[in-house]
């Protein structure tokens, strides 16, 4: 059946809107230029009539330092580590919340899973097509797993940045969903939170068993073989409180190849008085991934199960973090953590190999049919190509926060002062080698003296130093002003070799790898809320935030010699770091009577220096600065509940663009020259964000024993990557006279999702879920590639009889999973 994803609808872009976020856009940069005169006024005329309001939400009974760790979120997190947090109508941003039982009613797979159906400007895609390998967008800056991507989102656990080392990777599969207490997701580039806050931050806080007493179960099962348990037990003795969790999944998966295997653990000791609070806790993940990545447009309108080349991912993870804090006296607070976190990774993946019967081969005559006599004729005849890998990388880290809730100039203020230090060390071996391509596009490896593996061992480290200073003034009970700053410096070192025997200088000669680098600056921010009680505020910001280039980026950054994700590596020249400057402003409030919450969000994100990854053939490229992109858009949201139905509407527009003129090599685009390159000009769309969200979320609970609950997301279409210049088009023949069949282009689409509860007495609860209910096929990432396959998986032995063409990422198709609970207090 054909794939309806494929046809290109045009993107329709409300006029209004747009309209709306150009006339705003110099309207917040008024506002902030004048947020410190009007600080400043503020002070020095405060009417005492108008007495000033405290800076600190109301402190649950106990140790008011407690309050981000309780299972609904009360206060805000303003700055990494755990403290007292602040209203949310004195956060100068866009912030939205969920705590443990919205996700438990949700029925989400993972965390990625939940943030894409209830969050506004979120949008998650499948690049590696496994259900925990998602890509999340929010306004257009990703948090991935997949090395290679241009990581603009920092994520916290507990006060602990768990963005790996490495490429600043986010592994969805290592936080335990059933060990989550709250979610925030703050918008913006704050720099409080240091690295990678290009575009917002996730904050996470994990359940303890002083707010999580009781002891449950839980078993789920469904289609395409998933099984899951899941089991936690909570309580307090004394002082002391305790918690544990965990999980087991197992699911064959839908596509081919495309099995998960999931273990997960958290566990948490607490002590706490009225001024002390100490956690210990540990997390434990033993993942084992198939993702089948993106597959040629014409093998998924033959058989939508099938698969290009199956990929292998196997993550194990183990994660101490020691936190606390005490109050100094009634307005002192320090916090602090001592974490380590190591993570091994293990890979294999097969790949059609890029030197089969090349055109640039120029050397003597070679007979295929017979046994290669060198690596260079392995290279020319083998088909295929496997690389398995192993990555270690380990963290160690600290960091103290001094939070001062003293009035100031006889006014409430709260003030945070903190600082961090974390020493990473990374170490990375690879081995690829030739062979021929099974009928399942696996890999037999070539029986040959000449097929010893290319041998990459690459060891590199970070460490990394901040300091940040934020403060919240409140010149009246209406007026809330916020200044923050963050310096970071970043070192980072690469060492080791790579022994390269087909593009390196000859067998079994050795290729040195080394690099130090440093970077550092100082990023700031400043905003306001000016708030009307709970009828609205209204919010300005303006703030900065950068990220260092990765070991990663930096040991592929040679045009000359281009490497593969995480194929090879090379000498590395310098990179710049990347700024983002973003600019908000919004309003946010509760409609009469105080049954509906609505929101509206005005952003705008400017980056300089952004690092991109430019292909150079199918598997092969460079980490390049290429100049400046831009994000800008608007969220809407507006919800409430009426009876026993609680509801909520979403749109988010995304506009993503390129803001400089660049060069790329993509020769399957219809436009690309003789030498495979394509332009890219200012104001072409960046790849794979759509630019129109909207979501409605319904849940219906009558009574206390039985609930139904229904989600529909419905997402525009977005360029392929590849198609960075929005110019391919099918049918057409490029400048090197290769055929292109694919568009170019993603569709949109539209998904609906159900849910629903039956509790059977006081300790027991069925549940089910139904997901795509209407069967929809559509595709959610991709690019465009040189096929190998017929639409049946036939290697074509010929490469001038291969096809250029959409290969895309297909979403699940119609499924249904239901399971039991048991809770017992």
Sequence with gaps: MPDRSLSRPRAVVPARAMRALIVCTPIVGMLIVGTLIVWALGVCAARAADPPASTQAPAPAGNPATAQELPQVVVIA??????????????????????????????????????????????????????????????????????GTPEGLSVYVDGVRVNESFGDTVNWDLIPQAAISTVTLMSGSNPVFGLNTLGGALLLRTKSGHDNPGTGFEATGGSFGRRSFEGETGGE??????????????????????????????????????RTDIDLSYSYADTRLHGNGATPQSMLEYRRQASYTPDLTANLLNFVNLAGSQFL???????????????????????????????????????????????????????????????????????VQLTDSRQLFGLPNQAIVGGDFSHSTNTFVQAQQFGTLAADRTLIYAASAFNDPTVISLSGGSRTYGAYLTDTLSTSKR??????????????TLAGYSLNTVLGPGFGQSNPLAGDHTFSRLNPAVGFTLTSGEAWTLYANYNEASRAP??????????AVPCGLPNAFAGDPNLAQVVARTEELGIRGT????????????????????????????????????????RQGLDLALGGRAGGLEWRMIYSLVAATFRSAFELSSPSNSTADA???????????????????????????????WSLGASALAVSGSYLRGNENGLNRAGATSAGGAYIAGSGWIAGYAVVDLHASLRLGKHAEIFARLVNLFDREYSTAGFLTRNAFTARGSFIPAPANWTNENALSPAQPRALWAGVRIRLK
């Design 78 to 147: 303003n700055a990494p580590l755990s403290g007292l947090g602040l209203p949310a109508n004195e956060i100068p941003a866009n912030v939205q919340t969920a705590d443990s039982r919205q996700m438990q009613r949700q029925q989400s797979l993972d965390l990625a899973d939940y943030l894409n159906a209830g969050f506004s400007g979120v949008s998650a895609s499948g690049s590696a097509a496994n259900p925990f390998q998602m890509d999340v967008n929010y306004h257009g800056f990703t948090a991935s797993p997949l090395l």
């Design 237 to 274: 003795l004394g002082n002391f409180d305790y918690f544990v969790t965990a999980t087991l999944f197992d699911e064959s998966g839908w596509r081919d190849l495309s099995a998960s295997r999931v273990r997960q653990g958290f566990g948490k000791a607490g002590w706490q008085n009225e």
């Design 329 to 399: 006296t009634g307005t002192l607070l320090l916090s602090g953590n001592v974490y380590y976190r190591r993570l091994t990774t293990t890979g294999s993946n097969t790949n059609v190999n890029d030197g089969y019967l090349s055109d640039n081969y120029s050397g003597p005559p070679l007979d295929c049919t017979a046994s290669p006599g060198s690596v260079t004729a392995l290279d020319y005849c083998a088909p295929g190509q496997s690389a398995t890998g192993r990555l270690t990388q380990s963290t160690t880290g600290a960091g």
């Design 479 to 492: 007026l809330h002003f916020t200044v923050a700053v963050r310096y970071g410096r970043n070192a980072e």
């Design 550 to 559: 990765t070991v990663i980026e930096l040991g592929c950054s040679n045009p």
């Design 591 to 630: 409609l009469p009577g105080g049954q509906a919450l609505w929101s509206a969000d005005v952003f705008h994100t400017i980056n300089t220096d952004d690092i991109q990854f430019v292909a150079t053939a199918t598997n092969a490229g460079y980490f390049a600065n290429f100049g400046g992109t831009r």
């Design 675 to 705: 030498a495979g390159n394509i332009r890219v000009r200012a104001g072409d769309r960046i790849p794979l964000i759509p630019r129109n969200s909207a979501r409605l979320l319904l849940d219906y609970a009558p009574g206390e024993h």
